[in-house]
């Protein structure tokens, strides 16, 4: 167990959805990260927050928007679904904001679209 | 840009065969940090090491070892005496600093099955 939390664990729904990933991460990380898992894409980087703010984006499609809050958690939002959004999103987390810092993963939310 | 490669897609031995896993990277940075994670069937993502790019000593923890050589962008990943358990897909990655943050780039993967 990583300390990362995930829910839900599981979640599926339509296209033209929105849908709300929520994540918590290990006691005293800063940082939190998003992925987005497919078999198409393999591991993406989505979005990294620190301590509130946004510090590093990846390939983030517009639909899709983040934020941390003041208690660290984080929430991944995705709208208007279609069917290529179907994947396993993971939550990660870290100390640091720096590249020397280890990220850990949360058990993922797979995510379906139909 | 950054980029990771695992060419080895799919690898099956035997239990108790020792198995290397390759991983080789491109960075233009000259610090920089490379780790392993193991994704078992469960599907979670495991961190299993890290690397900086000025520590070339061999690393063993247990069964496992890892053989980072900056000539050859190389981190391989040898297990030794493999078992069922060792069964799971691991991945290489790079970490690259974003002027703010950092994000982890991953290779594609190597599926590892151990077969009794």
């Known amino acids: 167990d990583s300390g990362v939390t995930q829910t839900p664990k599981h979640l599926i729904t339509a296209t033209g959805q929105r849908v709300t990933l929520r994540c918590s991460p290990r006691?005293?990380?800063?940082?939190v990260y998003w992925y987005q898992q497919s078999l198409d894409q393999g591991l993406q980087f989505l979005i990294q927050y620190y301590n509130g703010e946004e510090r590093a984006k990846g390939n983030i499609l517009e639909r899709f928007s983040a934020q941390q809050f003041p208690d660290l958690h984080s929430e991944l939002n995705l709208s208007s679904l279609e069917l290529g959004d179907s994947a396993l999103y993971f939550c990660?987390?870290?100390?640091?904001?720096?590249?020397?810092?280890?990220?850990?993963f949360g058990p993922g939310t797979r995510l379906t679209v139909t | 840009a950054q980029k990771v490669t695992q060419a080895q897609t799919e690898i099956s031995v035997v239990e108790k065969e020792d198995v290397t896993l390759d991983c080789v990277y491109e960075t233009r940075d000259t610090t920089y940090y490379l780790f392993w994670y193991k994704q078992p069937p469960s599907g979670e993502l495991v961190f299993l090491i890290r690397r900086n790019s000025f520590d070339e000593q061999n690393e063993i923890s247990g069964r496992y070892s890892w053989n980072f050589q900056k000539s050859t962008s190389s981190f391989n990943f040898t297990i030794t005496a493999s078992q069922v358990v060792d069964s799971a897909v691991y991945f290489c990655?790079?970490?690259?600093?974003?002027?703010?943050?950092?994000?982890?780039?991953f290779g594609t993967g190597t599926q590892l099955k151990v077969e009794l």
């Open positions: 990660a987390s870290s100390v640091g904001s720096g590249v020397e810092n280890e990220q850990y």
């Open positions: 006691s005293g990380d800063l940082s």
């Open positions: 990655a790079l970490s690259e600093w974003t002027g703010g943050g950092n994000k982890l780039t």
